[in-house]
């Protein structure tokens, strides 16, 4: 009777979820790195946790369309949330999505620059640049055609962006274009982002960026190459950067090397600075779900060199 009594509440709390098609992801990962300056004093260990958990659902609208939602929450934010947040539909006429969410430029053609498995350490052209995630976003993706499709989104930003209230007073302050291309082995992506006028907000941003990312797998290796180009302020000559990033991968059992290069040049007010980064990588997947990893990055500009190693566990 005592078993009977616990299969049926066990079912009764289980059911609505899943009915309601709600699923919950996420990762824990922890990474310790070993800073050493050629100038100045050594930085010495250092500590990284990083945790996130996402809630996604669905509902099948019938008609070939459907809705969905998702919360995406980091353990580096600073409340759930602050990731993506964000309601849509989808279906033969493409999808649609309102909330917050992260840029094309940033979450699709610089993301093909993540292939390292350390957050603090990755090399990320244009890192810093562009709009990135923020809330008041609408997008739309195109139904992909012979491989190509196409997406546009809009972000109506606030003043704690760094603009003034002039600057965002229009209804879209940040407007990001995508074109993509997936065929077998190849994908190419084609973004070009515009905000509004920065010279008096010092925000940091860019105005325009125009971001390439290209991507070539066969078999166990995997090549991949992402530039950005952007101009600073109101579109002032003297300030721009051209930033790009050259990496691949090699898989072989359960192990897998990774190693990439780097190299960012920046103009401001007429001055030119040249940075030049390396980094190398080993990671070895005790399963689909969990893996241990090694690496060595150096940086020329920031004078500095970083060994770090970590634990990741996804579900």
Do not use: C
């Not at 990474?31 to 659902?57: I, K, L, P, Q, T």
């Amino acid at each position: 009777m005592k078993k009977i009594l616990a299969v049926a509440i066990a079912a009764a709390l289980t059911a609505p979820v899943a009915f309601a098609d709600v699923k919950i992801s996420g990762f824990v990962e922890q990474e310790f790195s070993f800073r050493d300056r050629a100038s100045g004093s050594d930085v010495g260990m250092e500590h990284d946790s990083d945790v996130g958990v996402v809630f996604s659902a669905s509902e099948d609208l019938g008609n070939g369309m459907s809705a969905f939602a998702k919360i995406d929450w980091g353990s580096d934010d600073s409340s759930m949330g602050d990731n993506d947040q964000i309601v849509g539909l989808t279906g033969g006429f493409g999808t649609v999505v309102l909330g917050r969410m992260e840029d094309f430029t940033e979450g699709k053609v610089m993301a093909m620059a993540s292939i390292f498995e350390s957050d603090s350490n990755n090399l990320e052209p244009g890192d810093g640049q562009n709009a990135g995630r923020f809330d008041n976003a609408i997008a739309y993706v195109s139904p992909t055609f012979s491989g190509f499709h196409v997406g546009v989104a809009g972000y109506a930003l606030d003043t704690g962006t760094g603009l003034t209230a002039a600057q965002t007073n229009d209804n879209f302050d940040a407007v990001d274009m995508l074109v993509a291309y997936s065929n077998g082995p190849i994908t190419v992506m084609l973004a070009r982002e515009t905000v509004e006028s920065l010279a008096a907000a010092g925000a940091g941003l860019a105005e325009t960026s125009t971001s390439l990312g290209a991507r070539y797998t066969a078999g166990a290796f995997s090549v991949v190459g992402v530039m950005q180009k952007a101009s600073d302020d109101a579109g002032v000559a003297t300030d721009d950067s051209t930033d790009w990033m050259l990496g691949g991968s090699y898989t072989f059992g359960n192990n897998k090397v990774v190693a990439g290069y780097e190299k960012d040049e920046q103009t401001v007010s007429g001055t030119s600075t040249d940075e030049n980064n390396w980094q190398v990588e080993f990671q070895h997947m005790f399963s689909k779900r969990t893996k241990v990893y090694v690496g060595h990055s150096a940086r020329d500009a920031a004078d500095s060199d970083s060994t770090y190693f970590g634990l990741k566990h996804t579900f």
